[in-house]
């Protein structure tokens, strides 16, 4: 319970739990979602995408359709895509790491370092996430943040996660972090 206190800041965590729950209650009934298929569906622990009945099957289609894009540099239709995707199934991990590749790819740093960091939650041993998350840092200007993350890369791949390409890019960003420090 010592955490919860420490997380609602002193305040009595039961209170703040019913305060939300009132809130969500008020919110849904005056909004007119109280009735909605999906929210009720949210409420009750499925995705949007099991409440809409889509299969796996019907979930990859689309990832292939927004992977196509991203990999044909259509990086709005990407974009449409996997935000799709990460809202309607969003503990399928490479649906972050495709959302956060977009975003990367638009410029918008601080964006793509949460959705890396939401794909390294749900694959924690995958380098390329790290990767990718210390490339946003260094746009961000946090060479420390960027350091670490090329060092956690460079340990996954050389547990063997991933593959030798991740490896290397690891050893090739920390390298140029060297560099950048003895200058």
Do not use: W
Not at 15 to 29: E, G, S
Not at 87 to 114: I, R
């Amino acid at each position: 319970m010592n955490d919860l206190e420490k997380l609602f800041d002193g305040h009595d965590p039961e209170v703040v739990i019913q305060t939300i729950a009132t809130f969500m209650d008020v919110f849904l009934k005056e909004s007119g979602m109280e009735n909605d298929r999906i929210v009720q569906g949210l409420l009750a622990g499925n995705t949007a995408a099991q409440t809409m009945g889509l299969t796996r099957e019907d979930l990859e289609v689309l990832y292939r359709l927004g992977f196509n894009a991203l990999s044909q540099g259509e990086i709005q239709k990407a974009h449409d895509v996997f935000y799709q995707l990460v809202t309607m199934d969003p503990l399928e991990a490479k649906n972050h790491y495709c959302m956060g590749v977009v975003k990367q790819a638009m410029g918008e740093f601080a964006v793509a370092s949460d959705l890396f960091l939401n794909f390294l939650g749900l694959d924690a041993t995958n380098p390329d996430g790290y990767l990718r998350y210390g490339e946003c840092q260094l746009a961000l200007g946090d060479a420390q943040m960027a350091r670490e993350a090329f060092e956690c890369a460079e340990a996954e791949a050389a547990k063997g996660n991933g593959d030798a390409v991740a490896l290397t890019e690891a050893r090739s960003k920390l390298a140029m972090l060297n560099k950048e420090t003895v200058q």
